[in-house]
């Protein structure tokens, strides 16, 4: 199928590339209440083991990423599909780095090693975005693992980085005027 990217398709692409990327945002720095403007209502997500309605995946996402000592999820190219002009197919390519503390509550995610470690994840999102009263969120997220790595670190802890000179999980990170839209 030959598609035409007139104004209107591009303007469908980037409105669905800021949820991607807002997705990645909430979650790194763990603003979890952005979901509720990423996700239709009755989205369904699954990833691995955590599966369910959005709401159930937020619960299951934040006991997963809050005992880390840091994320960041990178974003790769992203192929869209369109189906008509209210459902488009995406894929997302993602590299998602964890520093992981001594003492991981959830060894089934990442394994207890008793010191701090990195855990790196690439794999991808798989999306049905659907545009309901003018706007596209994502109506089914499937993420899929590629590959995922365990690595040794040093330096993760910046406590003696001067102030402001790190990412904060709250109003103080400098991102908060670019995600304000999202936020409740």
């Known amino acids: 199928m030959s598609e035409t990217l007139g104004t ?4 469908d ?12 945002h909430a979650i790194d720095r763990r603003r979890w209440d952005m979901m509720e403007h990423l996700f239709h209502d009755d989205a369904q997500f699954k990833f691995g083991d955590v599966a369910g309605d959005w709401r159930g ?20 190219q992203v192929m869209f599909g369109f189906e008509g002009e209210d459902i488009c197919h995406t894929e997302t390519y993602m590299t998602a780095m964890h520093t992981v503390p001594a003492g991981y509550p959830i060894p089934d995610v990442f394994p207890d090693k008793r ?7 690439a794999g991808r999102y798989v999306d049905r975005f659907e545009k ?9 997220r499937t993420g899929l693992y590629d590959w995922r790595e365990f690595r040794e670190m040093e330096g993760a802890d910046m406590s003696g ?6 990412g904060y999980h709250d109003e103080r990170d400098p991102s908060t005027a670019a995600a304000a839209r999202y936020l409740p």
């Open 8 to 11: 209107t398709m591009l303007e």
């Open 13 to 24: 692409r980037a409105a669905i590339q800021d949820v991607i990327t807002a997705y990645a």
């Open 57 to 76: 995946f937020v619960g299951q996402a934040r006991a997963i990423i809050d005992p880390c000592l840091a994320t960041q999820h990178q974003l790769g």
């Open 115 to 121: 010191k701090i470690y990195s855990a790196v994840i």
């Open 132 to 140: 309901r009263s003018g706007e596209w969120r994502i109506a089914q």
């Open 161 to 166: 980085l001067p102030e402001g000179s790190c």
